[in-house]
């Protein structure tokens, strides 16, 4: 294995803290860019004036998939990563779809639209409930889900002009509506090899219940346990996806996400992320840090990869700010009683107070022998901290008690 003694994480939010946090299990020097409040207390965050001065890391990891969408592993070895070629299976859902259409990979049956005629055209071929997809990037919450179809027209449109997201436009895919229920699988790649994480299952709306807008993730649990046989049909996508991609010219390396639904035992893509989810990661990692750790250093050095074993079950419950995902209030000090397990998310220092400053504020954490214990400690650690505004969902693993 390649000695490594510097790893640098890119990005700002939980999830970047999460993977500092198993990398300090290896006793590397950490540092952060830009980082948080929370990264700083396990490494050091840094400013960077030019992506060239990345080179001097032995180790880069792009938390977010925006660094990779603009070519942050292009020419650079040291980038765990797939280049801005791999990255289009997030940064493009129309490509995403042909890709997967191209070759052989289940997914739901779509249409593309670039035109507000073209959108009609393509809803008249769904029944209803319609789902509505923005080709780039919009940080999880391009996605229009309604029963309506004046309102899929109406959002659709709107996605497509620009109106619904700053500086983010462009052509949308319609997806039939699959009705079934919701995993994320997700893998270290080096390559044709790759080892699974232990499965995990995010809640995307905001509210208990599954009510409010969709977010980037109020919560998640894992291991989720799966029979053998959807085991093997998701292997089979995996394999098919990095066939695909070496079809297409592209060398894979990094994580790759799959959401897929489920649907009477077969799993469908949803979509593709070429980076770990947030806050999938947060669980992955607290389950068994130095095995997930000691993996990626496996993946980057080009040596065969170990089957992830956790021992334990974790829960992350995300605290969030008022009027988060569309508004979030920011600004508020954030008190705590007590130290807890939590990673940070959008928290800034302030004349020497904590403060909130993002939608997403702190993801506590709890781990367990199983679920019912590490249900237990996240909701508990919560007790521990305070700012106005504060809400979080109630239900974070709760059905599968």
Known sequence: MKEI????????????????????????????????????KIGKNIEIDNFAELETFDLVIPGSEEYLAKGISDGRPNVFGPDSKGARLESSKCFAKLFMQKHGIKTARFEIATTREQLYDALKQFNPPYVV????????????????????????????????FENVKGPVVVDEYLD????????????????????????????????????????????????EKLKGKIDELFNKTLVGLEKEGIYYRGFLYIGLMVVDGEPYV?????????????????????????????????????EYTPKCCAVDVVVASEGYPESPKKGQ????????????????????????????????????????????????????????GMYYRTDIAGTEL
Request: charged share 20%.
């Open 133 to 164: 997809k923005l080709d780039g990037l919009a940080q999880g919450k391009g996605v229009i889900i309604t029963h309506s179809f004046d309102e899929a027209l109406d959002k659709g449109t709107k996605l497509m002009n620009g109106n619904m």
């Open 5 to 40: 003694k510097s790893v640098c994480i890119l990005g700002s939010g939980g999830r970047e803290h999460a993977i500092g946090y198993a990398f300090q299990k290896l006793g590397v020097d950490l540092f952060f860019y830009p980082g948080n409040v929370g990264t700083k």
């Open 180 to 227: 079934g229920w919701e995993l994320s699988a997700i893998a270290i790649v080096n390559g044709g090899d790759f080892v699974l994480l232990p499965f995990t299952k995010d809640y995307k709306r905001a509210f208990t219940n599954d009510e409010g807008p969709n977010t980037g993730g109020m919560g998640a649990y894992g291991p989720v346990q799966i029979d």
């Open 333 to 388: 000090e954030i008190q705590f009683q007590k130290d807890g397990f939590f990673f940070y998310g959008g928290v800034t220092e302030k004349n020497g107070k904590l403060v909130v400053s993002g939608g997403r504020v702190l993801h506590s954490m709890g781990v367990g022998e199983n679920l019912e214990q590490a249900r237990a400690h996240a909701y508990k650690n919560i007790e521990s901290v305070h700012f106005d």
């Open 270 to 306: 949803l979509e593709y992320n070429v980076r770990l989810g947030d806050p999938e990661t947060e669980v992955i990692v607290s389950m068994e840090p130095e095995q997930f750790a000691l993996n990626v250093l496996k993946a980057y050095s080009k040596e065969p990869l170990d």
